[in-house]
Nanobody
């Protein structure tokens, strides 16, 4: 069973940047597609970005495309989410998750098996 731990969240002003990290342990994630999701209070968990096993293919929600960049370092068993141009509506708990497949282009939380505990991102206006 893989354990995922997110870090890098915090309080930032609108227009600022944060870099989230998701460190995996217990099993290598180098063969699996990974994703980032977020959940704001009172809202459902929503897809943010995903990346295939090699890092060649990436996918983003329309709301973050051009602002966020997902990447991975398989040697470090870690996935990243670089967030630029942050908006107050991006305030949420951000979660990373792992699929059981090399490639993944969907957006459903139910397709992801293991989740981290999340890291809070708060963007002030």
């Amino acid at each position: 069973q893989v354990q995922l731990v997110e870090s890098g969240g915090g309080l930032v002003q609108a227009g600022g940047s944060l870099r989230l990290s998701c460190a995996a342990s217990g099993r290598t994630i180098s063969s699996y597609a990974m994703g980032w999701f977020r959940q704001a209070p009172g809202k459902e968990r929503e897809f943010v970005a995903s990346i295939n096993w090699s890092g060649v293919s990436t996918y983003y929600s329309d709301s973050v495309k051009g602002r966020f960049t997902i990447s991975r370092d398989n040697a470090k068993n870690t996935v990243y989410l670089q967030m630029n141009g942050l908006k107050p509506e991006y305030t949420a708990v951000y979660y990373c998750a792992v699929t059981g497949t090399f490639y993944y282009s969907g957006r459903a939380p139910s397709d992801f098996g293991s989740w981290g505990q999340g890291t809070q991102v708060t963007v002030s206006s």
